[in-house]
């Protein structure tokens, strides 16, 4: 599991190897990675937005125990 930065400055658990792009189903969900510094950030994007460069899902999506997880905020 890789940590990253959403734009919001959350904290987002992301699944370690990149999506096939052969296989996907959908394109919901997907994340680009960029650094900053020693942070790593996520932007949203679709293969057609970002060719070749490798995607990554949220640990949430995939995650069977992701709803014990989940922040809940109040």
């Not at 680009?32 to 490798?54: F, K, M, S, Y």
């Amino acid at each position: 599991m890789l940590w990253a930065v959403t734009e919001h400055g959350k904290r987002m658990p992301l699944d370690a190897d990149p999506v096939d792009l052969d296989a996907l189903t959908s394109v919901d969900g997907l994340f680009a990675i960029r650094t900053a510094g020693d942070e790593l950030h996520v932007i949203a994007a679709t293969p057609d937005q970002l060719p070749g460069e490798p995607l990554y899902r949220s640990h949430f999506a995939t995650c069977p125990q992701a709803d014990a997880w989940r922040r809940r905020d109040t």
